[in-house]
């Protein structure tokens, strides 16, 4: 099993910038892919970025490519997320995600074997 605590979520103004984190312990980092999702109230989970085991591959949703920027250190067993040019509809609670990497590249939610607690990210306009 790997377990997943987010840290860096937070309130910030429209066109601001957070960084999200999230710390990896358990089994080997780099084993998994790992994903980035969001979930804001009254909404589905949401894919917003992936990337895989050795950080050589990043996707991202539609809707935050060219603002947000995965990253891992493997050494660290840390994931990041980079969030630009915010705006309020980035607002939700993030997610990260771990998959299997031998299960092969996903981006459903369902297809992510394990998952940190959230953490909550406010833009105000």
């Known amino acids: 099993q790997v377990q997943l605590v987010e840290s860096g979520g937070g309130l910030v103004q429209a066109g601001g910038s957070l960084r999200l984190s999230c710390a990896a312990s358990?089994?080997?980092?780099?084993?998994?892919?790992m994903g980035w999702f969001r979930q804001a109230p009254g909404k589905e989970r949401e894919f917003v970025a992936a990337i895989t085991w050795s950080g050589d591959s990043t996707y991202y949703a539609d809707s935050v490519k060219g603002r947000f920027t995965i990253s891992r250190d493997n050494a660290k067993n840390t994931v990041y997320l980079q969030m630009n040019s915010l705006k309020p509809e980035d607002t939700a609670v993030y997610y990260c995600a771990a998959r299997m990497a031998w299960r092969g590249w996903g981006v459903a939610p369902n297809s992510y074997d394990y998952w940190g607690q959230g953490t909550q990210v406010t833009v105000s306009s």
């Open positions: 358990g089994r080997t980092f780099s084993s998994y892919h």
